[in-house]
């Protein structure tokens, strides 16, 4: 079974430039995660998809970030305009249901860092 | 604000020694999860214990829980080289009306030959 993969892997760019994420995941899961994982912590909720639709993105900074899933199968997670503290790696990870007890599959992560 | 605390930060050991690394949390759980995270990779789910479990086994891993102490401790036996990651244990919470996974800052195991 193929895993959640993410592209790109990694991504260098200036403060208030934009930058884009994709994110693939496995098969038949219904509901998608992205997070944020600053160095030397651990990840970060930032929007959680059940499908199509937005179940939470209450840590997401509306005023820079956007998300979505159009079909309810891949996704994108946009920043713009960036600035030096969304220097993170952004994961991606997938899980079945929106059960928390479900395992949750994630990608490797694009590492990002504004310059 | 994080749920899960974990301790230590870093731990350096020697292959075959065993491992241990502690989680504590603030508010009532349905379960607990860790997950381990090689560098440069994204994470993979170890093992899940619920509320109303104590102990659970998987291969090396022994997971407790106590809810009174709201902590929960990993145990990695026999360590090896390839156990070298970051450990993070995630609690489901309720936030916002739903439960979602909200993880700790992790524990950086270091495994010696």
């Known amino acids: 079974e193929a895993g959640v993969a993410q592209s790109p892997r990694y991504k260098i760019i200036e403060k208030r430039q934009s930058v884009a994420f994709w994110c693939n995941p496995i098969?038949?899961?219904?509901?998608l995660y992205w997070y944020q994982q600053i160095l030397g912590q651990g990840p970060k909720l930032l929007i959680q998809f059940q499908n199509n639709g937005v179940v939470d993105d209450s840590q997401l900074p509306k005023d820079r970030f956007s998300a979505e899933r159009l079909k309810g199968v891949d996704s994108t997670l946009k920043i713009q305009p960036a600035k030096l503290e969304d220097s993170a790696v952004y994961l991606c990870?997938?899980?079945?249901?929106?059960?928390?007890?479900?395992?949750?599959?994630f990608g490797p992560g694009t590492r990002l860092l504004v310059l | 604000s994080q749920q899960g605390e974990e301790d230590p930060q870093a731990l350096s050991i020697q292959e075959g020694e065993n491992a241990t690394m502690n989680c504590s949390y603030k508010t009532s759980i349905n379960n607990l999860q860790w997950y381990r995270q090689n560098s440069g990779r994204g994470l993979v789910h170890l093992i899940l214990i619920r509320s109303n479990e104590r102990e659970k086994h998987s291969g090396r891993l022994r997971v407790t829980l106590d809810t009174s102490k709201k902590s929960s401790s990993l145990l990695i036996t026999a360590s090896r080289a390839a156990d070298t990651a970051s450990y993070f244990c995630a609690t489901d919470a309720n936030s916002g009306g739903y439960n979602k996974l909200i993880f700790g800052a992790g524990t950086r195991l270091a495994v010696h030959p």
């Open positions: 098969s038949g899961h219904a509901t």
């Open positions: 990870a997938s899980s079945f249901t929106r059960n928390p007890a479900e395992t949750q599959y």
